[in-house]
């Protein structure tokens, strides 16, 4: 199993631009989690789908940020427009479901400028 | 709301050093406990975990057993290695959310 794929792995952008994260989970997991990692608040849950319904998107910022998930085996993080304190790595993870061990990504490093 | 607090690091140990990250939670119920643990670079991997309460989840020589009077899930290990050189994050399931500790770094010297 390729485990859970993210891309890009690196991703360098000015102020303003829109930025879009892509994560494949493993095959047959039905709950998808979105986390973004920083020094100064740590490991925060941003948003959680299973089935491809949204269940809890508490953790999501504000309305810069966006996500979709519109099949099984694809989900995107959208921010429009970025800014610098959105710097961050952000995590995908995968799961059979909400209370099964969570497998995850291995993030994509934002830098916006 | 729940929480989870582990013990400051970094932690510096040489190695065959006997390890303890400290971990205790808050939470309603009884949620699920996990180690994770993320090395340079890479994402988190899940180490150990327990479902219930006096639960012993064990990995890798890694051990941490389900304290549910004293609200915690200690992380121990006999005897260390460079290789285990890593940031460890306690977390709790809540509901499908995991809610992480702030990470610990541990540095182990040869």
């Known amino acids: 199993d390729a485990g859970v794929i993210q891309s890009p792995r690196h991703e360098v952008t000015e102020m303003g631009q829109e930025v879009t994260l892509r994560c494949k989970p493993i095959s047959g997991h039905n709950s998808l989690f979105w986390y973004r990692q920083t020094m100064m608040r740590g490991l925060e849950l941003l948003i959680y789908?299973?089935?491809?319904?949204?269940?809890?998107d508490s953790g999501m910022p504000e309305d810069r940020f966006s996500a979709k998930m519109p099949n099984a085996s694809f989900s995107t993080l959208k921010i429009q427009p970025s800014e610098p304190r959105d710097s961050a790595v952000y995590f995908c993870a995968s799961s059979l479901g909400p209370e099964n061990e969570q497998f995850f990504g291995p993030g994509t490093r934002l830098t916006v400028l | 709301g729940d929480s989870v607090t582990q013990m400051e690091g970094p932690v510096t140990l040489s190695e065959e050093a006997f390890l303890t990250i400290n971990c205790t939670y808050t939470?309603?119920?009884?949620?699920?406990l996990f180690w994770y643990v993320q090395y340079p670079g890479e994402g988190l991997q899940l180490l150990l975990k327990?479902?219930?309460?006096?639960d012993k989840g064990s990995n890798k020589g890694f051990e941490a057993t389900y304290r549910k009077e004293t609200t915690s899930f200690h992380l121990e290990k006999g005897s260390v290695q460079v290789s285990d050189s890593a940031v460890y994050f306690c977390a709790l399931n809540q509901g499908g959310k995991l809610i992480f500790g702030q990470g610990t770094e541990l540095s182990v010297k040869p």
């Open positions: 789908f299973n089935n491809n319904v949204p269940i809890d």
């Open positions: 327990a479902t219930k309460a006096d």
């Open positions: 939470a309603t119920g009884y949620p699920s």
